[in-house]
């Protein structure tokens, strides 16, 4: 049985905003009693229109927003009690906007080697060495070691950050929007890379998204949010062929069919 990489219980955030000016503040449930588990190798998809919390719930499983209740373990370590630099070797982010998530004042190669040096590695040749071997892993050439993110294109900047994400070897991966920035013909480029990724490094995914062809393509299990809940959660074509939530039949219908003259035939 393959181990449990993420477990986790009853999660619960709130945010207090402000009514007006007068008014005071007001409670707001981001995240309402959600319980995920997720096993080594897994892709698990977080889907839900724009406000349902899915961005929220990644930055708890990052271990970047405190739930207010609920536990959370990875790799059976409860997260509040897990190191943070042996946290960010465990689990780390690729954001979606590559144009905004990279220092337009640093190198590739600087850029790839922070989180050696964050964690307080001697800089050495061995940093050189596992920089050239991660921008390989992810199809960038070695002569864009010392150029700058202006001089990439998007699909290069992700796979900058993608590089940056793996240069620790970290065992969980939490992919918020990864493709939604870039233009549709580098998105399938991007997808495949993760998904090789996955299979030669033993990576786990959380995978936050919108868009349901992505989600079809790489997941192998489909968690549905609506207002801070779950309200679904099945194995990628159980969900896809035979959705049971009101709001999962929905969403899915709201997909548009490749072929235009399917969709004249629909209408």
């Not at 995978?207 to 609506?226: D, F, G, K, P, Q």
Request: some cysteine; glycine content about 6%; hydrophobic content about 35%.
């Amino acid at each position: 049985m393959a181990e449990i990489m993420i477990d986790a219980k009853s999660i619960v955030k709130d945010f207090k905003i402000t009514k007006g000016l007068f008014l005071g503040k007001e409670n707001l449930r981001a995240v309402d009693g959600v319980s995920l588990q997720v096993s080594q190798g897994e892709v698990l998809a977080i889907v839900g229109e724009s406000g349902c919390g899915k961005t929220t719930l990644a930055r708890i499983l990052l271990g970047l927003l405190q739930p207010d209740s609920g536990s959370i373990e990875l790799c059976g370590s409860k997260i509040d009690q897990i190191p943070r630099l042996k946290l960010a070797k465990t689990v780390q982010p690729i954001f979606q906007d590559p144009y905004s998530s990279l220092n337009p004042r640093k190198t590739i190669g600087s850029i790839i080697t922070l989180p050696m040096r964050v964690q307080g590695e001697k800089e050495s040749t061995e940093w050189t060495k596992r920089a050239f071997k991660t921008m390989d892993l992810v199809g960038l050439p070695s002569r864009m070691f010392n150029q700058y993110p202006n001089q990439l294109s998007g699909g290069q900047r992700q796979r900058v950050a993608i590089a940056r994400a793996l240069i620790n070897k970290p065992k969980i991966v939490i992919c918020d929007e990864p493709t939604s920035a870039l233009d549709v013909s580098v998105q399938s480029q991007i997808l495949n890379l993760l998904n090789d990724l996955r299979e030669e490094l033993n990576l786990t995914y959380v995978l936050i998204s919108h868009n349901l062809a992505v989600v079809e393509h790489m997941a192998t299990r489909v968690a549905v949010m609506y207002f801070g809940e779950k309200v679904e959660e099945s194995e990628t074509d159980k969900l896809f062929s035979n959705p049971q939530h009101n709001y999962t039949k929905t969403l899915l219908s709201s997909i548009l069919p490749p072929d235009p003259r399917q969709r004249s035939k629909e209408n």
